[in-house]
């Protein structure tokens, strides 16, 4: 097959991206990847993978169909309708405040879904959170991010909150942080107590219960305190039972949060929970390389690599060491080199000092020890010769990571919690009974912690 619409379908994404109001994210998360495969009389099947998009071919089809149809028409001169399919299911690849009042209600200004870098460890986070801005209480409602600290949750919340008021100007959109929904929540309880009323706790639940969509940040911050915790979950109820989106972030996902009454994880559960992972060495340089663009001191790329190659804690590290060394460019007015980066983050970076092991970092090396690849780890083959490996991958996880086990199990193919502490369990009990196992955790262990 070898039709005008396959051999112009880049023209046909550059008309879209010239000439309609689509932004560039969503062109290129929900219609670029369309892969073309059949078209004959006018009619034309579009493929798309989901393991990259998500459950997102009714969105696409409800909302970028017409004008797909209006590119593909006005470069190829072809009128065409259009079927919309999911690719057969392959074995999963490899993933790597200015405010309104109190209410937080305007976000950064470099938070949005245009600079947000996409990598593999952030990539269904992101994927989720743009189908989320463009079509709010139809696609994944509720949505959970998790992750620790400064990889991007916030980035993300504030990204669907501004693009959904940009596109949906009617609808009633409140981003704010969990500490000050309790706050708030205090205060009201205090105020009705001193006025022997309830108007103050009538209206803090009338201004959460008539919004349209509901963005809280590190909700883990409300877990324990009962009466918040209490007070959130009949919001969370009401906003969904009247089909307004909810949209969360956490430092753990939900089967994790201590103190959660059971019948609220089941609910938490219920929502599409995704996580994102810390940066591996490529998500480093790539975050580095588009930071620097926008920097007023450009730093050179050996300076970029020694940074993203000993900081792979979180984002906020990585600006902070390119900070640091833009600070001693205009301390000493001298040139960047890399010497001069080494002794600025020395308080930082010491090279003796083990590096962060993440799970992409244990992924790849067990890889390569044992002559697999990474497909056969996250597949679903049982064999000893990679069944073995993966629980390694497992035990090595648990034992020099924070990650959970349900964040260890999505990444080894959406395998199942307890999954992962049996093969953690495998390994551990194995290793003072096997000299070969024992001798291949130490060659591993010593690269990752050179």
């Not at 992101?126 to 949750?153: C, D, H, M, R, W």
């Not at 020890?369 to 490996?389: A, F, L, Q, T």
Request: charged share 25%; with cysteine.
């Amino acid at each position: 097959m070898n039709s005008n619409i396959q051999t112009q379908w880049s023209q046909i994404i550059q008309w879209l991206m010239d000439e309609t109001n689509l932004s560039s994210p969503v062109i290129r998360t929900f219609i670029e990847p369309l892969e073309i495969v059949s078209h004959q009389d006018h009619f034309l099947i579009l493929q798309a993978d989901k393991d990259k998009i998500g459950d997102s071919i009714n969105l696409i089809r409800n909302k970028y169909d017409a004008i797909l149809r209006v590119a593909i028409e006005t470069i190829t001169g072809e009128s065409v309708e259009i079927e919309y399919e999911y690719k057969a299911k392959k074995e999963p690849e490899f993933q790597e405040k200015s405010a309104e009042s109190k209410d937080f209600t305007s976000f950064y200004s470099d938070n949005s879904f245009e600079n947000f870098v996409q990598t593999s460890t952030n990539q269904f986070a992101f994927t989720a959170s743009l189908a989320v801005a463009e079509s709010p209480s139809q696609s994944y409602n509720p949505l959970f991010i998790y992750s620790s600290p400064g990889l991007g949750k916030t980035h993300l919340l504030h990204s669907i909150a501004r693009s959904i008021r940009e596109h949906y100007p009617d609808l009633n959109v409140l981003y704010i942080p969990s500490e000050v929904f309790v706050n708030q929540l205090v205060d009201a309880l205090r105020r009705n107590k001193e006025s022997g009323g309830n108007s103050a706790i009538n209206n803090f639940r009338k201004k959460y219960r008539n919004v349209d969509v509901l963005l809280i940040d590190d909700i883990q911050f409300i877990i324990g305190k009962d009466s918040s915790q209490m007070e959130f979950f009949f919001t969370y109820e009401a906003l969904l039972n009247d089909g307004k989106q909810i949209v969360l972030s956490s430092d753990k996902p939900p089967r994790d949060l201590e103190n959660l009454d059971e019948r609220y994880i089941s609910r938490f559960n219920s929502s599409l929970s995704v996580s994102i992972d810390p940066p591996d060495y490529e998500t480093s340089l790539a975050f580095l390389k588009n930071y620097r663009d926008k920097a007023n001191i450009k730093l050179e790329d050996d300076i970029l690599n020694y940074i993203a190659s000993n900081i792979r804690t979180n984002i906020r590290e990585l600006i902070g060491a390119y900070t640091k060394v833009t600070i001693g460019v205009q301390l000493t007015h001298e040139e960047s080199n890399l010497e001069m980066a080494k002794a600025a983050l020395q308080d930082m970076i010491t090279p003796n000092v083990s590096k962060v092991i993440t799970l992409n970092n244990i992924i790849q090396i067990v890889c390569e020890h044992y002559d697999i690849s990474k497909e056969d780890i996250v597949g679903k083959k049982r064999m000893k010769s990679i069944s073995m490996p993966r629980q390694v991958i497992m035990y090595l996880a648990r034992e020099y990571t924070n990650l959970s086990t349900t964040a260890i199990g999505n990444s080894l193919g959406n395998r199942d919690h307890t999954t992962i502490i049996h093969g953690y369990e495998q390994i551990k009990n194995a290793i003072p009974e096997d000299e070969k196992l024992e001798h291949d955790l130490d060659i591993i262990k010593k690269q990752l912690l050179p």
